[in-house]
T-cell receptor, first 110, second 116 residues
Framework: RKEVEQDPGPFNVPEGATVAFNCTYS??????FFWYRQDCRKEPKLLMS???SGNEDGRFTAQLNRASQYISLLIRDSKLSDSATYLC???????????FGTGTRLKVLA | DTGVSQDPRHKITKRGQNVTFRCDPI?????LYWYRQTLGQGPEFLTY????????KSRLLSDRFSAERPKGSFSTLEIQRTEQGDSAMYLC??????????????FGEGSRLTVL
């Protein structure tokens, strides 16, 4: 079983739609959580950290459920420019190792 | 440009040859990471350094792979006796942080390896 699992998609949604991605992690000693965005043939870049109480950044909302060991990302009012792969990332307590999920591909259609 | 830089950006080699990649992290970053990424997959952890100390190496990594960060600044990743399965994008990332903190990872543009 992979340490961080995501539905690879692709998710094809129309502009303006709301879309949600989930990610599950297997290590209960996971400490910090992030969503990274990766455009085609580019390097990953931090989208947002995920805090225990949930957090929002503009159209993006991230939530963490430690009991069920999953993280979610909600994108409201999707834009064409949101088309990318969204990577779920987890660090393990006591290390500085970042573990990436497979990524979920999103394509926003005009 | 003060971001993470990697060299070479592309490398084509024949099976059995050795290759070396270099990564220059953001100058004040004390942690440096190597990842490998293949098409349709997320970055796979290879190893990481805190200053010059290599703190962890993936168990999936064969002994043909070795990484160094001799002075706690730039790092090299060497692959000996390359195999076709080594073909991938090799990504370097760096971060800063004090003990117990996990901050943002900043990635370089990667070094793409093709083994013929």
């Amino acid at each position: 079983r992979k340490e961080v699992e995501q539905d690879p998609g692709p998710f094809n949604v129309p502009e303006g739609a709301t879309v949600a991605f989930n990610c599950t992690y297997s290590n209960s000693a996971s400490q910090s959580f992030f969503w990274y965005r990766q455009d085609c043939r580019k390097e990953p870049k931090l989208l947002m950290s995920v805090y225990s109480s949930g957090n929002e950044d503009g159209r993006f909302t991230a939530q963490l459920n430690r009991a069920s060991q999953y993280i979610s990302l909600l994108i409201r009012d999707s834009k064409l420019s949101d088309s990318a792969t969204y990577l779920c990332v987890v660090t393990i307590w006591g290390t500085y190792k970042y573990i990436f999920g497979t990524g979920t591909r999103l394509k926003v259609l005009a | 440009d003060t971001g993470v830089s990697q060299d070479p950006r592309h490398k084509i080699t024949k099976r059995g040859q050795n290759v070396t990649f270099r990564c220059d992290p953001i100058s004040e970053h004390n942690r440096l990471y190597w990842y490998r990424q293949t098409l349709g997959q997320g970055p796979e952890f290879l190893t990481y350094f805190q200053n010059e100390a290599q703190l962890e190496k993936s168990r999936l990594l064969s002994d043909r792979f070795s990484a160094e960060r001799p002075k706690g600044s730039f790092s090299t990743l060497e692959i000996q006796r390359t195999e076709q399965g080594d073909s991938a994008m090799y990504l370097c990332a760096s971060s800063s942080g004090t003990s117990g903190e996990t901050g943002e990872l900043f990635f370089g543009e990667g070094s793409r390896l093709t083994v013929l």
